[in-house]
């Protein structure tokens, strides 16, 4: 039996040493993984790497502070010893009924927590370290909002990064309606905002801050990272790493994908992973929307099927999208829809701005709004959309996935339509969940998932396999959906 030390190197590290170089080199295995894809990388093509992610640096010994528990389950599967170099201190044990008092104090009369918000609250201080998954509409901002004002009364200094500045103006907006002065708190830190380093929280995007000196997060004790499941780029593993100091890491998300390696990268950023709730629990309780996915799985002359099954996945991408057919129907479906329509397509030019240009030359403006949205459309500006939504009852927002899908909160939304296909489990429940809100008159939403079925004989084209992986997530999810096949010959 050889013996490994693990000592505490930092807030983001630990450090794990043994005179057995065997067991190292074990170490290295269990934390080595094959990255999802890799195959078909240029630089695994062309032999420069091996596609392999590596969490353990045998040179170092360090390896992300997250992963104790798995360093833990390895020695004693191994009948390995531990030795704790230095004391790592578990979770705290502090009652529920504490933190359900604090909360009493900073909210609104109007405001009420909920239970399964006020436990993530309570298990995210106690541990200190944890990804809380909640799915998009359950209210994690204002868990977040908890966190922070926890953070300030014990005079400890927060980052909150958020994915878009979007987010940015939103939490700020959140936080001084949750009755705070954001203000007098907060800085919001991107371009066009003056630097306050006397304010105790910092709000910002990761882009906004990967430019920014490793000592400039020395100074935070806690850190949250909002939509979580990006924290597998390597831009945001750096940031987290540079909070040598931050005691408190809690990550937020609607759902993480299928990968091990991603999802040990994420726990040894913030901690384990632990579920808040449901989409399906909340929908039970009348928490959400009652949601209804109608799958439109479009049929093709078999002319068409031949030719699509010479292609490759991007030029099928690219025919599907500029097939005017297709375009014509999303237009069609589009204005046949009672209620706020949030169109998601993923090309700008090659399908956003077409669809849009056909919904407006048949709509009456003056009765009926129309909003396009893209990753090159003002913070402000999207901010006004959201806001005139929230006080419409029959607009259209023509909008891409990378925009729309993630955090935007249009509490008014009665029908999304998934005008571009799309595999990503993430993408697909960040979408939806644009929909899943109540509103003052809204307790039901629609999903149209529009599929493209180019079938030859028993070949099945790119699209239609990954709209089956979607139905796979639907199923998973316990959400009922219908099968529509249309004819658009």
């Not at 590290?13 to 005179?19: A, G, L």
């Not at 799309?422 to 998932?449: E, H």
């Amino acid at each position: 039996m050889s013996e490994l030390t693990i000592t505490k190197y930092n807030e983001s590290y630990i450090k794990c040493t043994s005179e057995d170089l065997g067991l190292l080199q074990d170490l290295s295995e269990f934390f080595t993984f094959q990255v999802p894809g890799a195959s078909f990388m240029p630089s695994v093509r062309a032999k420069r790497w091996d596609g392999k992610i590596r969490l353990f640096s045998k040179a170092t010994g360090k390896l992300y502070h997250g992963l104790l528990p798995y360093v833990t389950h390895f020695c004693e599967k191994s009948g390995h010893a531990i030795i704790h170099g230095t004391p790592i201190k578990g979770p705290s044990d502090r009652p529920k009924e504490d933190f359900s008092k604090f909360v009493d104090k900073i909210l609104t009369k109007t405001l009420e927590i909920r239970d399964y918000q006020l436990d993530a609250f309570t298990h995210a201080i106690n541990h200190k370290r944890c990804i809380l998954l909640s799915p998009t509409a359950s209210g994690k901002s204002l868990i977040i909002y908890c966190i922070i004002r926890l953070m300030t009364v014990l005079q400890k200094r927060s980052l909150l990064i958020v994915p878009t500045t979007s987010l940015v103006e939103q939490m700020y907006k959140d936080f001084n309606d949750y009755s705070w002065d954001a203000e007098k708190h907060v800085q919001r830190k991107y371009y066009g905002y003056d630097i306050d380093e006397n304010k105790p929280v910092v709000i910002s995007t990761w882009q906004s801050l990967a430019t920014f000196d490793k000592k400039y997060f020395e100074q935070f004790d806690c850190i949250v990272g909002d939509e979580a499941h990006l924290y597998k780029s390597k831009e945001l593993q750096k940031i987290m790493t540079a909070c040598v100091n931050a005691k408190y890491r809690i990550g937020t998300t609607g759902t993480l994908d299928d990968s091990k390696v991603h999802k040990l990268v994420l726990e040894g950023l913030f901690g384990p992973v632990v579920s808040v709730t449901t989409t399906r629990e909340l929908i039970d309780k009348k928490q959400l929307a009652d949601l209804n996915i109608q799958c439109l799985i479009l049929k093709y002359a078999k002319e068409e099927c031949i030719q699509v099954k010479r292609l490759n996945y991007q030029e099928e991408m690219d025919y599907i999208v500029s097939h005017k057919k297709r375009n014509n129907f999303i237009k069609n479906l589009t204005k046949d829809q009672t209620g706020n329509t949030l169109v998601l397509f993923q090309y700008v030019e090659k399908h956003g701005k077409i669809l849009h240009d056909l919904i407006g030359d048949t709509l009456d403006p003056h009765t009926r709004k129309l909003f396009f949205v893209y990753g090159g459309t003002e913070t402000k500006d999207r901010e006004t959309i959201r806001s005139i939504t929230e006080n419409e009852n029959n607009a259209i927002i023509v909008a891409s996935y990378g925009t729309f899908s993630t955090g935007i909160n249009i509490r008014n939304l009665h029908n999304v339509i998934f005008a571009s296909p799309t595999k990503s489990k993430i993408r697909i429940l960040q979408s939806l969940g644009r929909g899943l809100r109540l509103g003052d008159n809204k307790v039901k939403a629609t999903l149209y998932d529009i599929a493209d079925d180019f079938s030859y004989k028993e070949q099945r084209n790119f699209t239609l396999n990954h709209f089956m992986e979607r139905v796979n997530v639907y199923s998973e999810q316990e959400f009922d959906y219908e099968l529509h096949h249309i004819d658009i010959r």
